[in-house]
């Protein structure tokens, strides 16, 4: 305390307190003033939050003063639907089961019983069985079809939809019923879910010219942790044995941008730019660079890709490329050249929200950084374009029916006993079109469609008898060269018939090592290109 002259202590007086604490209030209630002011000008100033404010004011003045009863549900959900139309397709609101299951992939594992599925007419048909997991371990089949999962039945249900019946919770309890091919009874299994790892790589092996092949399927959570286990258990100890590297990339949507990072940073020495991303600010703006040694010794190395490799698939495909590090094989790439971001709600529910674009070396984006945001560009060219059988109408077209899975499944014991190029083999072409013939499925092409539709128009029309004889012909014509594609394709389904025999009988791996492998095309190419005759030749 203050003294005075004569040493005593000095006390405030009431009215000095008074009129200290009328200043101190006057002044809180400016500044108060002065920030209210200062955010009203901030708010009107930016246009988006602004309108943010405005759209919860209306919803606050029709809860308050609607006059009828009305389904505030039903009204956000259509609100929520016309705010994401308006942006691009990657971003959406997520409800809590689809940000559960979303979380549940980028961990790595899911609670499941082990087995893949496609859709079929009863149910869903199994494609592959882990035989680590439940399914597996009770016996349960490649080809046989899941009628029902407790109580409920499959059919008519999607892959998608089912996801959810068949996974769940470690450690709880799942009933299925099952139809199996040449039995009159269904089967009954009690599986209990358990934690299972999801597969990144089904398959790693060296090829008999000794290029490492490896199988990559997503960007999942622990990807490059189990890229890096095949490089040290197939190269790193036999380095000897390795005269190149095959990664596979076709087919995969992508996933986690680290572990694209990590993946491209095992095949590169320090100082290379894997991938930068631009955001709207400053904020969002990152690159990142190589930061080992290239664990391969720059062993020669291919990417195959196609369409459907996209997001972190182009990140390490991009990457790798414009490092002057690998060439690419096959088709352009999707061209999702875009970052998203996950970001959970209070209720549990989510928000997936594009918020940056990527770019390679050389400043090259695949999202145009001055454009507006489009859902997929032009993506990432091929060094070397290949063309796979399997991307034909006819081709897609067999695999649509799933005969070829049923007709090699039901005789997998005889399709196994002869390679599928083999004399011997040449039997089953035949074998597979009477199959097709006695299931009275007909492949039309678009010729032979557009050929009946002109047939039709030209008799409804009352058009001459002359015409009618010239679309006739075309239709012959056109319809003995879809018969012709039996023959055509000849090598893809003897091939196929045998890679879903051999998976049936044995297993995906073995299926990989002595199916796929040793007579795809493209694997074959990329032999030829990373070979050092070509090397020298070109």
């Known amino acids: 305390m203050p003294l005075d002259k004569t040493g005593n202590q000095i006390t405030d007086s009431p009215e000095r307190y008074r009129r200290s604490t009328i200043l101190w209030s006057v002044i809180l209630f400016c500044s108060m003033?002065?920030?209210?002011?200062?955010l009203s000008f901030y708010v009107l100033s930016d246009n988006n939050l602004y309108y943010s404010m405005q759209l919860a004011a209306s919803l606050d003045l029709i809860n308050y003063l609607y006059p009828e009863e009305y389904n505030a549900t039903q009204m956000v959900r259509q609100a929520r639907q016309a705010i994401f139309s308006s942006l691009d397709r990657y971003s959406g609101y997520l409800e809590p089961e689809d940000l559960n299951?979303?979380?549940?992939?980028?961990?790595?594992s899911y609670g499941g019983i082990g087995i893949t599925v496609v859709t079929d007419d009863k149910g869903l048909m199994i494609m592959s069985v882990r035989e680590d997991g439940p399914a597996g371990r009770v016996g349960m089949q490649t080809g046989d079809i899941i009628i029902k999962a407790d109580?409920?039945?499959?059919g008519g249900l999607n892959s998608y939809q089912s996801t959810y019946i068949l996974r769940g919770e470690e450690g709880t309890s799942v009933k299925v019923t099952v139809a199996r091919n040449q039995m009159a009874d269904t089967l009954e299994f009690d599986l209990v879910r358990e934690k299972l790892?999801?597969?990144?790589?089904?398959?790693?092996?060296?090829?008999?010219?000794?290029?490492?092949y490896i199988r990559i399927m997503d960007f999942e959570a622990n990807l490059a942790e189990d890229l890096l286990a095949c490089l040290d258990s197939l190269y790193l100890n036999q380095k000897d044995s390795v005269k190149s590297i095959i990664l596979d990339l076709r087919g995969n949507p992508?996933?986690?941008?680290?572990?694209?990072?990590?993946?491209?940073?095992?095949?590169?020495d320090k100082g290379h730019l894997i991938v930068g991303v631009k955001g709207r600010s400053r904020w969002r703006n990152d690159q990142f660079q190589s930061s080992g040694r290239d664990i391969t010794n720059g062993l020669p190395l291919a990417i195959l890709v196609d369409r459907g490799s996209a997001s972190a698939s182009e990140i390490l495909a991009g990457a790798l490329k414009y490092a002057g590090r690998a060439v690419l094989i096959g088709d352009t790439t999707f061209g999702k050249g875009l970052v998203q971001e996950y970001n959970g709600l209070y209720d549990g529910s989510?928000?997936?929200?594009?918020?940056?674009r990527y770019y390679f070396e050389g400043n090259r984006f695949l999202n145009d950084p001055e454009a507006e945001v489009i859902d997929s560009a032009a993506g990432i060219p091929p060094d070397y374009y290949y063309k796979p059988p399997s991307s034909e109408p006819f081709p897609q077209w067999l695999e649509r029916t799933q005969q070829l899975r049923d007709f090699a499944i039901n005789n997998k014991e005889e399709?196994?006993?002869?390679?599928?190029?083999?004399?011997?083999?040449?039997?089953?072409?035949?074998?597979?079109?009477?199959?097709?013939?006695?299931?009275?499925?007909?492949y039309e092409s678009d010729i032979t469609l557009l050929a009946q539709f002109a047939r039709d128009e030209t008799i409804f029309n009352n058009y001459s008898e002359g015409l009618l004889r010239v679309i006739?012909?075309?239709?012959?014509?056109?319809?003995d060269d879809d018969l012709r594609q039996y023959e055509v394709y000849g090598d893809f389904i003897r091939q196929r018939l045998y890679q879903i025999a051999i998976e049936a009988q044995f297993g995906e791996e073995r299926s990989y090592r002595e199916a796929i492998v040793p007579y795809r095309r493209d694997i074959i190419m990329a032999e030829e290109v990373l070979s050092p005759k070509a090397k020298t030749d070109n």
Not at 151 to 154: A, D, E, F, I, N
Not at 198 to 212: C, D, F, Q, V
Not at 425 to 441: E, P, Q
């Open 415 to 442: 399709i196994i006993a002869y390679a599928p190029f083999t004399e011997s083999s040449a039997r089953w072409l035949g074998d597979f079109v009477n199959h097709m013939r006695r299931k009275n499925l007909k």
């Open 254 to 268: 992508g996933g986690l941008l680290n572990e694209a990072v990590a993946a491209a940073n095992l095949f590169l």
């Open 101 to 108: 299951r979303v979380t549940e992939e980028f961990s790595g």
């Open 472 to 479: 006739d012909k075309i239709s012959r014509i056109a319809e």
């Open 151 to 154: 109580s409920v039945r499959l």
């Open 197 to 212: 790892r999801l597969i990144h790589i089904p398959y790693a092996g060296l090829t008999e010219n000794k290029s490492l």
């Open 350 to 356: 989510g928000v997936r929200l594009t918020t940056a």
């Open 33 to 38: 003033i002065l920030m209210i002011t200062a």
